[in-house]
């Protein structure tokens, strides 16, 4: 494990594997560096993975109150440890981050994004008004298993008669450790999740070469907006991993990443 400091103070932790460029994966909601390890060892072979615990998670630490903008100072701060400029890959709510972190002129040559969960039509309800203070409500009250229960059944849409075995899990435990960063995510998706496509607009001039992937097996709300993201950015490719949902296999999904940046090299 190493570490950066951000410019607030903030310990970063993150692992550092492979060689050649650098590319650093941004993590969704729920997850810490420990997530993207498998996919960290298949794109390794060819590039300089660093794989991070965002604030709040795992070994990094956290310094209130909580802004976006502390988050796209943790990732320029990877990125200067990384050599001054890096690919980044960014999954589900980390996609999101990453954009806006490019957005903010943060020097990524180029991008990778899965799957970020706008939703951008009435494929799916929109989010309720108060989804993120009543996230936020939840963990800062000690109910972090309810926080993890809300965002699954009314973010991601997991069924209610799920919630109850998922509670016995052996992962439930580390999702709830991880509750009090669930509106963080929220925060980070902004007002992307209420069911229009004008949000999006604001990456309509984005600068770095984007790859917008999504899984063929995952429901048609994601699939749509990825597809309206590629729409939108300016200099984007699409691509769809048939068989794949949100949680693609790294086995599929590295030589994709690997392919995008390495390409032309």
Do not use: C, K
């Amino acid at each position: 494990m190493e570490t950066v400091q951000s410019a607030d103070g903030t310990t970063i932790a993150f692992d550092r594997v492979g060689s050649g460029p650098a590319v650093i994966l941004v993590g969704g909601a729920l997850s810490d560096r420990s997530a993207a390890a498998n996919l960290a060892s298949h794109v390794g072979r060819d590039l300089t993975v660093i794989a991070f615990d965002r604030r709040g998670r795992g070994d990094s630490t956290d310094t209130p109150p909580y802004e976006v903008e502390r988050e796209i100072e943790d990732l320029d701060a990877l990125i200067r440890a990384a050599g001054g400029s890096a690919f980044v890959f960014g999954h589900s709510s980390g996609a999101v981050l990453a954009l806006r972190s490019a957005e903010a002129g943060l020097p990524i040559s180029r991008l990778a994004v899965y799957e970020p969960p706008f939703i951008v039509d009435d494929t799916r309800e929109p989010l309720p008004g108060d989804y993120v203070p009543h996230l936020a409500e939840l963990a800062a009250t000690g109910r972090r298993g309810d926080a993890v229960e809300y965002f699954m059944t009314v973010g991601v849409g997991v069924p209610a008669e799920m919630i109850a075995q998922m509670r016995h899990a052996p992962m439930w435990p580390g999702m709830e450790a991880l509750a009090h960063t669930l509106a963080y995510d929220g925060r980070v998706m902004g007002d992307a999740m209420a069911g229009s496509r004008a949000p999006l607009q604001r990456w309509a001039t984005l600068a770095p070469p984007t790859l917008v992937l999504d899984g063929g097996a995952s429901p048609s709300w994601m699939r749509n907006a990825a597809r309206t993201l590629a729409e939108t950015l300016p200099d984007a490719a699409y691509q769809t991993l048939e068989g794949q949902d949100h949680g693609p296999a790294s086995s599929v999904l590295a030589p994709v990443l690997l392919e995008f940046f390495t390409r032309d090299r």
